[in-house]
């Protein structure tokens, strides 16, 4: 398993961004396709964004696009979600996750997680 660690979560107003950072600490992630993933109290983990292992190729969820971006920087073993113009709805635990092969939306195909950060967005 590889083992991910997310950073910059916290409290923002509605309509702030915020820059979630996942790292794989002291490893590459070149070669996984990396996947952003959120719940919230009482609701279940959802898919809010991917990206190919190469780069080549971005997904999101409806929910999010047009806000939302990830990107990935091989170089820093890092991968990004920025977050613009958000709203109370996306107040949730963002996850990072990681698995081998190509992006999928699906919480089922990654096989390795970080803990989680937490965001709030306040109305």
């Known amino acids: 398993q590889v083992q991910l660690v997310e950073s910059g979560g916290g409290l923002v107003q509605a309509g702030g961004s915020l820059r979630l950072s996942c790292a794989r600490s002291?490893?590459?992630?070149?070669?996984?396709?990396m996947g952003w993933f959120r719940q919230a109290p009482g609701k279940e983990r959802e898919f809010v964004a991917a990206?190919?292992?190469?780069?080549?190729?971005?997904y999101y969820a409806d929910s999010v696009k047009g806000r939302f971006t990830i990107s990935r920087d091989n170089a820093k073993n890092t991968v990004y979600l920025q977050m613009n113009s958000l709203k109370p709805e996306d107040t949730a635990v963002y996850y990072c996750?990681?698995?081998?092969?190509?992006?999928?939306?699906?919480?089922?195909?990654?096989?390795?997680w970080g803990q989680g950060t937490q965001v709030t967005v306040s109305s």
């Open positions: 990206i190919n292992w190469n780069g080549a190729n971005t």
């Open positions: 996750a990681a698995r081998r092969g190509i992006a999928t939306m699906s919480s089922r195909d990654f096989d390795s």
């Open positions: 002291g490893r590459t992630i070149s070669g996984y396709s």
